[in-house]
């Protein structure tokens, strides 16, 4: 165990559902990011909140909706999805601005299947 | 923004023998250059870094070198074991003043140890 912590691990989901990945970190830190995981391509950041705040989103479509209603909570709401949006999503926090920041904690992802 | 090349893509070795891999960044201003192991099922687990005020360092078998200049930095594993075998991904993180959050992450080696 990490300290941050994802559910489900595993999620199949039709086209027309709507669910949510669910992120949790114990670890104090101030910033939490999601992270797309496709086959033969690099760590895709989706992302990025900062002190609750959002400060990056890089060109997701919006059927991908995040929240982070507090420092140690991140959900990623999923809504009308494609099948190539079948992947392997990774939470990860860490503790930015800080002269301490030892980078990324990353939980053990969320295993997507569109259908 | 930051770049990061990482080669090879895959690398198989005989238990025992060393394992190198190459990472190369575009952005003199990047400062922090952690590397992560992605095991079958989990997320990246960090298992090294290292700073720009560093050239090298070393943690029992793996070390990790940096060359400023050159702006490029390698992972080196010795005495390779069966257990090593997973995804490794190296990654650059810029100073960008207060917001030394975002690292950008190469597309990750597949490395095989072969008992």
């Known amino acids: 165990e990490t300290g941050v912590t994802q559910t489900p691990r595993h999620l199949v989901m039709g086209m027309t559902n709507k669910k949510s990945l669910k992120c949790e970190q114990h670890?104090?830190?101030?910033?939490m990011y999601w992270y797309k995981q496709s086959a033969k391509k690099p760590l895709e950041l989706m992302f990025v909140?900062?002190?609750?705040?959002?400060?990056e989103n890089n060109s997701v479509p919006s059927r991908f909706s995040p929240e982070c209603p507090n420092s140690s909570h991140l959900f990623l709401h999923l809504h009308t999805l494609q099948p190539e949006d079948s992947a392997l999503y990774l939470c990860?926090?860490?503790?930015?601005?800080?002269?301490?920041?030892?980078?990324?904690?990353f939980g053990s992802g969320t295993r997507l299947t569109v259908v | 923004g930051e770049n990061v090349e990482q080669h090879p893509s895959t690398l198989s070795v005989q238990e025992g023998d060393s394992a190198v891999i190459k990472c190369t960044y575009s952005d003199s201003a990047s400062n922090y250059f952690p590397w992560y192991k992605q095991e079958l099922g989990k997320g990246p687990q960090l298992i090294i870094d290292?700073?720009?005020?560093?050239g090298e360092k070393k943690d029992q078998r793996i070390a990790v070198t940096l060359n400023k200049t050159a702006k490029h930095f390698s992972l080196h594993i010795t005495e390779t074991q069966p257990e090593d075998s997973a995804v490794y991904f190296c990654?650059?993180?810029?100073?960008?003043?207060?917001?030394?959050?975002?690292?950008?992450f190469g597309k990750g080696t597949l490395l095989t140890v072969n008992p």
């Open positions: 990860a926090s860490s503790q930015a601005r800080s002269r301490l920041d030892y980078g990324y904690t």
């Open positions: 670890l104090g830190h101030n910033a």
């Open positions: 290292i700073r720009s005020n560093v």
């Open positions: 990654a650059a993180r810029l100073n960008s003043g207060g917001s030394n959050y975002k690292l950008t």
């Open positions: 909140y900062s002190l609750e705040e959002r400060v």
